[in-house]
Structure formats: C-alpha cells, structure tokens
Nanobody
Framework: QVQLVESGGGLVQAGGSLRLSCAASGRTFSSYAMGWFRQAPGKEREFVVLISWSGGRTNYADSVKGRFTISRDNAKNTVYLQMNSLKPEDTAVYYC?????????????????WGQGTQVTVSS
C-alpha cells in the first residue's frame, strides 16, 4: 500500500514557477514509477509526466516539455515537479500517482495509487 500526499500548489503569475512535492508512505516507494496528472475544470484528467523507479527514464506530455522537470529522491520517498514558465492553461488540480511497471503511462487506469491533488492556478 502506498499513500501519496501532494504539496506546493498555489497561485502564480504567468511566467512564474512552482515546485510541487509528493511524499509517499510505504517501504516499496522505490519500486514504483511515479507520475503527475492534471485536471482542469470541465476537462478530463491528463497525463503530465512519468519517471521510472530509478529516475533514469522520464516521459513528458508535449504541452509541458521543456518547462517542467520531474525528479525523485528515493531516500526521502518524495517526487518533485518543477514547473517553470507557467501559462494560464497550466491551471489545474495536479495529482501525484504511482504505478508498477512503465508502460501505458498515458492511461489513468494503469496507475495503482493516487494522491488527493493540489491546486495550481496561473493568472494572466
């Protein structure tokens, strides 16, 4: 069992930065790939980024590539999402998620655990 708790969301102006954190409980954190999804009002939850258990492999959605960076610290059971050059269209609730394996990462149903989400609002 893995519990995920996000933090770091907030209100920022366009062009600004935020860093989200996701703290995981459970001894098996390092065996899970960790990811972030987001959901804007009235829209479906969408994939943002995934990082492998070792941190050696990442995949980003095209919409955030070059602006967002995911990292993880397995000693601290924490995954981070550094978000730079934020745009109003990045406004959403951001969810931390965990999955065994790495395939099919665009699909929400392939993930085993989800956090409660943290709100990110980017003003224009």
């Amino acid at each position: 069992q893995v519990q995920l708790v996000e933090s770091g969301g907030g209100l920022v102006q366009a062009g600004g930065s935020l860093r989200l954190s996701c703290a995981a409980s459970g001894r098996t954190f390092s065996s899970y790939a960790m990811g972030w999804f987001r959901q804007a009002p009235g829209k479906e939850r969408e994939f943002v980024v995934l990082i492998s258990w070792s941190g050696g492999r990442t995949n980003y959605a095209d919409s955030v590539k070059g602006r967002f960076t995911i990292s993880r610290d397995n000693a601290k059971n924490t995954v981070y999402l550094q978000m730079n050059s934020l745009k109003p269209e990045d406004t959403a609730v951001y969810y931390c998620t965990a999955k065994r394996g790495y395939g099919d990462y665009y699909t929400t149903t392939s993930y085993d655990y989800w956090g409660q989400g943290t709100q990110v609002t980017v003003s224009s």
